[in-house]
């Protein structure tokens, strides 16, 4: 089960390549619906911060530190603190592609792996190497429909148009 998750993070590089290249268009990549959302630039970083040093990096402590909680993280205080807006959007998506890259080849290359292997998360309970694995991939999920739906909200105010024709959102 575990290499079919794998598999997926793998494969959802083509997917999240596909979603953000060739946005020429620098007012789409920071446009916001309303000033408390994040933009397509800002949602890139933080996939980009969230797998170098969130997912893998949990994934790796729990798996060498079992019982062990690992230092925190604040993604929500990043955006302001490491300068979303201020980063160039063509980079930013080169190195979270390299990142996953990174990601895809270290999971492959880890051998007898126990995937229980676990810690108490101050919230969230036991957090077992296995379970973060699994949310990585549906983190990559929940960002995906979210560059969607902003790409979706952009065309709409961009023309004007109403979307009945095409359907319910």
Known sequence: MND???????KNISV???LLQDISDIEICTWKPDKDRWCIL???CHLYDEEKEDFKFRTKWVLENPGKVPP???PEAW???RKY???NYVEMLKKFIAERIDSIMWLKSIENVNWHNA???PTLGKLSARSILVNWLAHDYIHMRQIIKLKYDYI????GEEFQYAGSW
């Open 85 to 87: 807006m201020e980063q």
């Open 156 to 159: 709409k105010e961009l023309t």
């Open 79 to 81: 955006v302001t603190e």
């Open 4 to 10: 079919i998750i794998i598999f997926q993070l793998q």
């Open 119 to 121: 810690y108490e998360h």
């Open 42 to 44: 800002e949602v890139l």
């Open 72 to 74: 925190s993280t604040d």
């Open 16 to 18: 999240f390549k596909k």
